[in-house]
């Protein structure tokens, strides 16, 4: 039998309508829609002003579509960085940022933390052009908090800051004006099936590009800044995209505007805490995380030891398929996604049923 | 009214599978499954041995999932390029393979020839490490036959040969070893949604990619041909891929399969046939490449001249959708995709209805 509640941190499961929304798709003949025609453009423009009201994401800003977030690494990288980045580095996916810098040939520096923990006074060395924060380490459930991640703006205004938000959009409250590029993927809090990244920048993006560039310096072909740019301003992508995603994302998001940010991000905050809860008082399964001002809200991680298997076979006979943990954590750790589609009915099951378990 | 059967050259009409393959794909929960999952590590063997099947790809040559084929002419020039590719120019799409070179910082050259014509005696200039060969160039319709593509081989045992065969896959009866790269995306002969591309290398692009390596020349990062072959030998990709278009792009093959590559290509043949037969005759169409011997069958380009928006018209009140001419040949050409989802029937009643055209 499989699971009908998916608690893993992605590709997760399905916002809950994105099924209905693909059989729509089909009876209009979305999936064979040419990507130079206007109701392309329609879509298209559908996501993103979607994703501005949803996210709050002010003018100035500006949303490229790409193949995933593990692309928008590469390209913030090629397009913003001519030699120094400074990473924030906690877990596998901010370590990744910054060896993927590495990869391109540029000279990345970072500070590490522990798995498992944040980050108190960061000094950023001079010379960093730009500032790789992770807002949610999924392999850890770590997330750094919203001051934390503003205050770099003011300490440092030369310094680009980008941020990874792949595990958290669309809870976080951000204020963009303290960041110049966000990013992530919609197979996590979206709730759609992987396939699609979604990356933000501002102005100060575009001119960096621009700089390199006039610097004879390659930054990429079809997935460049100036090339990514020129098509999003009429709505369209330089490559074929992935059209039937980003229709369906548009469809989520206007889903999600019903629902509302407010309740989204109320809901997610019940759930994270009564689970949170549930762990602080259980036998067997413990937060990862321990001091809570970095304890994740969208991707809890439980220390589960040797009862890690056990309690993944007892979830499952409950009907719920819970997250393993990462690489070296996959024996000892168990993750729970936290997204817009998990109801909170389904968390007051997953908590009632850890807290049932006795081993 | 949407026409029911739509002939433009990509995303093409979807392969008549799709659908059905999706929905089997919502019930089992393809879209939230794991990319690190046993069972996908299972879906993408059947994809990647499906397409071997098919296309007759032989062993040494391995299949590696990316997000398009526009993202494949970057990896191709960052991974097998120090400096200097050579690029056979004969319309919108072989040229901007030749452009990427240019935006990679190599020195590409060319050999240009006139839209709607191929080429005759090609000379490679001395230093060339790539031959970029489009079989069939989907802005024009013009095919590159086959003992043309081939006998490069012979001629550059040096060079490295790379053929896009984005609009032509699965008709063409290929000679890999005469190549060390094929790739192709599949919202066109597969019929699937876009968003997901496939690329074959052989050993010598491996070699190729970790001797730029060596010598310090960044060859990309999660993309990299390394790393891409690293996770394709165990069936997996570096990034969360378009899970949910590997899984409907294997069951498409299998069905291709069991129709038969021969078959397929019989009725490519067929259908292509009478089409060109069609427009020899008609008064108001007539086949844009005019020597039969770069005829492309799977694209076939008519120029309609001041009929070009009637004849659309005409055709869309029967129920069919034509291509537009591309580019600046928008109003003067129309396009006609021949996959294999378009059966002997609908080119019948497409030939029927250009005939029956009287302007």
């Known amino acids: 039998m499989t699971p009908s509640i998916n608690f893993t941190p992605g590709p997760s499961q399905l916002y809950f309508t994105v099924e209905a929304h693909i059989r729509q798709a089909f009876k209009d003949g979305i999936p064979s829609l040419s990507h130079r025609s206007k109701n392309f453009e329609i879509i298209s423009k559908e996501a993103t002003n979607g994703l501005r009201e949803l996210l709050n994401i002010p003018s100035g800003y500006h949303l490229y579509f790409t193949g995933s977030a593990n692309e928008i690494w590469e390209r913030i990288i090629q397009n913003l960085v001519e030699e120094q980045s400074f990473h924030l ?13 590495g990869l391109l040939n540029k000279a990345p520096k970072k500070i590490e933390a522990e798995n498992g923990k944040g980050f108190a006074d960061v000094q950023v060395p001079s010379g960093t052009e730009l500032i790789a924060l992770t807002h949610n380490e999924t392999s850890t ?34 204020d963009y004006s303290k960041f110049d590029s966000v990013f992530f993927s919609v197979q996590k809090g979206f709730g759609l099936p992987a396939g699609l990244g979604v990356w933000i920048v501002n102005e100060r993006c575009i001119a960096k590009a621009e700089h390199l560039l006039s610097k004879g310096i390659s930054i990429g072909s079809y997935h460049s800044i100036p090339s990514l740019h020129a098509h999003a301003i009429k709505n369209q992508t330089p490559e074929t995209p992935n059209v039937l995603s980003i229709y369906v994302l548009a469809k989520v998001v206007q889903d999600m505007l019903r629902r509302g940010t407010q ?6 905050d019940y759930k994270a805490a009564i689970l949170y809860h549930g762990l602080e008082s259980n036998n067997f ?20 030891g040797d009862h890690t298997m056990k309690i993944t076979d007892y979830l499952i006979s409950k009907g719920m398929q819970p997250g393993d943990g990462y690489g ?32």
Chains 1, 2 share one sequence.
């Open 328 to 359: 070296s954590a996959k024996k000892s750790q168990l993750r729970f996604a936290n997204f817009p589609t998990h109801s909170k009915e389904q968390f007051e099951l997953l908590v009632d049923s850890l807290t049932a378990y006795q081993g």
């Open 141 to 174: 459930g770590v997330s750094l908090p919203l001051d934390f991640l503003h205050h770099f703006r003011d300490k440092y205004p030369d310094a680009l800051i980008a941020v990874d938000a792949v595990s958290s959009m669309p809870y976080p409250d951000f």
């Open 285 to 304: 399964a413990r937060p990862f995380v321990s001091d809570q001002t970095f304890q994740s809200k969208t991707v809890v991680v439980a220390d589960c």
């Open 263 to 268: 309740t989204i991000r109320r809901e997610t």
């Open 89 to 101: 580095v906690n877990g596998a996916f901010s370590k990744r940022f910054y060896e993927i810098a």
